[in-house]
């Protein structure tokens, strides 16, 4: 091999990149819809504080139990099952010397204490909805193991049994809790079905109850599209409460407990908050089922009677929404060339999909009757034939656009796909090439 001969080969493997496109896979059975869920009889709301070490274990907790009414039935605090003695005696001291907010004594728990004699009988028993602000990482703090899931996220164990030899096992009466996060933002939250259920604890139709979970970060995140904090969240939904501050973290005092307890107190007002919020909205769905601003937005298509475009007249094949879907394409803004001078240009662009949408006109293609597939390549080279860079900026022109699907062959173009540079193991899939 001579070495123009290698120079070409090595040229042409370097241009065989996997690209990632979109696909469309038919559904093999139908989906139900969302309704919502009757108003829980029971909230229960609770957070934790932990350790300051990379593992962030439990050091202690606090919570309460509202009836749907908002009156407050219990109060109390959780402490991590491996606290000294010194730690220990500061909780019981608090106790000793404060009440609850509606003045009946507080309760003192450990945390497998807690999980039997509150958690189980009120989150799971009773069907109370549990909430909380990032409520999976306070769920998590109150397992005493877990192992992945079958879904790809993973599993909490949080009721226990002890053999004679000291061993812990899972409670084959109790469920585990199945987290399968979504990203940052949304996660799917469950109880498991345990190995042994007490019949009178089955749901009518005979299935196991799978719990009430409400991530107020995630429904802040349905509201505003945006992830923000405690803190953030109450001021943006105007409380007069305020998150409370502490000196130091990870060290069990008076005043740690005094901000875990506000902790506690300002979620419960900020869900009153945003339930208040949600009731204004006309959608048939439930708080706790509102993982995005797109499901909010699904249920007004709903609530508007809009019959989803699957379920329509729809006279296209599988080949043609097949061809229809890998021709989406989503642009990103990345930097992947870094400490390197090259031109560029600012480009500022706020509500992309709202925009695009408003502008193509595609409201009618929402409630269009159906949807049939048409032989445009006359109208598409006509198109083709007539559009030039300036013309591409008439709004007139971009309707026209909407919907015609061509294939391309290429002949030193350069389109926008998804794929790895050069076969950098460290690059997104996703990434813009």
Known sequence: MNGRHARAVRREAALETPVAVRAYTPRTRGTRPQHALPAPELLLVFDTETRVDHAQALLFGSYRVYTAAGK???EGLIAADDLSEPEL???REYVATHAAENGVPLRLWSRSEFVRAVLWPIGYVARALIVGFNLPFDLSRLAWGWRPARNGGFTLQLWESIDADGRLWPDQYRPEITIKALD????FT?????ARLDPELRMEDGSAFRGRF???HTLVYAFTDKSLSLA???KAFGLEEAKGTVSEHGVLTPAYIDYNRQDVRLTWELYRALVA???RHPIDLSPEQGYSPAAVSKAYLRAMAVVPPSKRRLILDDQRLGQATTAYFGGRTETRIRRVPLPVRVVDFTSMYPTVFALLGLWAWVTADGFEAADATDDARTILATTSPASLHDPALWRRLAGVFCRVRLAGELLPVRAR?????????GSTA
């Open 184 to 187: 940052s933002k949304r996660q």
């Open 277 to 279: 919020e949600w009731r």
């Open 190 to 194: 469950r109880f498991t079905t345990p």
């Open 89 to 91: 005696a500061i909780l």
């Open 232 to 234: 953030a969240a109450a």
């Open 214 to 216: 409400l991530d107020l």
């Open 72 to 74: 407050l039935r219990r």
């Open 421 to 429: 540079y050069a076969g950098d193991a460290t690059a997104a899939p």
